[in-house]
T-cell receptor, first 111, second 114 residues
């Protein structure tokens, strides 16, 4: 069965901290994604990756970076966390032409 | 620019009813369309994927249809149960010369009461 695992369900950090969100998939998918979800704004794509060490900006990349050193792992990095980055973060993966699968999400609070 | 709309935003029905959720998209040139459900505080669970060449897909009590020419998809849920209560999202994959990204609707929040 498909499995996308996000390392934390809940995370509380302070303004200015560097924050790492980790995502691992076990389906050997080429493509991986990071979204944030906010009430009234829906899901917005932050970054995606279509191969190891490859990354592309999504619709709202400002304030974020990503790392994909191995095929199964895609990390989202908040370089200097700010309160407006408090949100639900969702990781997803897929192979081309196949359904996209999501993790359970990380609810991040920046104080 | 592709826009995806889901109406109604919320729906409440008694257990046992058959119901239809609607999804509309502005650009009919899509690659495929996917329906998801999301439980409160959780991630998205994939329900059905319809390729652009298909008219419908079925899984158990769920049936999704696609009419590209009119820019519409429907998700039919038969004999609804309280466990079906969740937010349902549709997403279209737009074709492009490069990477194909999903465009999500804002969802329909479904409540099925016993």
């Amino acid at each position: 069965d498909v499995k996308v695992t996000q390392s934390s369900r809940y995370l509380v950090k302070r303004t200015g901290e560097k924050v790492f969100l980790e995502c691992v998939q076990d389906m050997d998918h080429e493509n991986m994604f990071w979204y944030r979800q906010d009430p009234g704004l829906g899901l917005r794509l932050i970054y995606f990756s279509y191969d190891v060490k490859m990354k592309e900006k999504g619709d709202i990349p400002e304030g974020y970076s990503v790392s994909r050193e191995k095929k199964e792992r895609f990390s989202l990095i908040l370089e200097s966390a700010s309160t407006n980055q408090t949100s639900m973060y969702l990781c997803a993966s897929r192979s081309e032409g196949q359904p996209q699968h999501f993790g359970d999400g990380t609810r991040l609070s920046i104080l | 620019k592709q826009e995806v709309t889901q109406i109604p935003a919320a729906l409440s029905v008694p257990e046992g009813e058959n119901l239809v959720l609607n999804c509309s998209f502005t650009d009919s040139a899509i690659y495929n369309l996917q329906w998801f459900r999301q439980d409160p505080g959780k991630g998205l669970t994939s329900l059905l994927l319809i390729q652009s060449s298909q008219r419908e897909q079925t899984s158990g009590r769920l049936n999704a249809s696609l009419d590209k020419s009119s820019g519409r998809s429907t998700l039919y849920i038969a004999a609804s149960q309280p466990g079906d209560s969740a937010t349902y999202l549709c997403a279209v994959r737009r074709p492009s010369t490069g990477f194909q990204k999903l465009v999500f609707g804002t969802g329909t929040r479904l409540l099925v009461s016993p």
